[in-house]
Nanobody, 116 residues
Framework: QVQLVESGGGLVQPGGSLRLSCAAS????????MGWYRQAPGKQRELVAQ???????NYADSVKGRFTISGDSAKNTVYLQMNSLKPEDTAVYYC??????????WGQGTQVTVSS
């Protein structure tokens, strides 16, 4: 059974940085996209950043210039470097990896709290 395991969340002060990591428990073949989503209390889950197998990236407008996604689809690992964090970045962050067959896998989520 495939599991995506996230790590790196925590409590950080405004302006600080965190790096989230995500790895698959077993190999997932034919990954075409990996991404990070987040869900704040009372809000819908939203896409934060995505990277495709050819290296193309896209970001939510709210994180452009502050967050950087990277990863290796062959190794089923994806990272999210988050800088200049703001209180509004507080949310549970989820890793997602999807295949060319339309199958998507999700992690269990990691809490990020930005507060002084």
């Amino acid at each position: 059974q495939v599991q995506l395991v996230e790590s790196g969340g925590g409590l950080v002060q405004p302006g600080g940085s965190l790096r989230l990591s995500c790895a698959a428990s077993v190999s997932i073949f034919r990954i075409n996209a990996m991404g990070w989503y987040r869900q704040a209390p009372g809000k819908q889950r939203e896409l934060v950043a995505q990277i495709t197998s050819d290296g193309s990236t896209n970001y939510a407008d709210s994180v452009k210039g502050r967050f950087t996604i990277s990863g290796d689809s062959a190794k089923n690992t994806v990272y999210l470097q988050m800088n200049s964090l703001k209180p509004e970045d507080t949310a549970v962050y989820y890793c997602q990896q999807s295949t060319i067959y339309g199958i998507g896998y999700w992690g269990q989520g990691t809490q990020v709290t930005v507060s002084s």
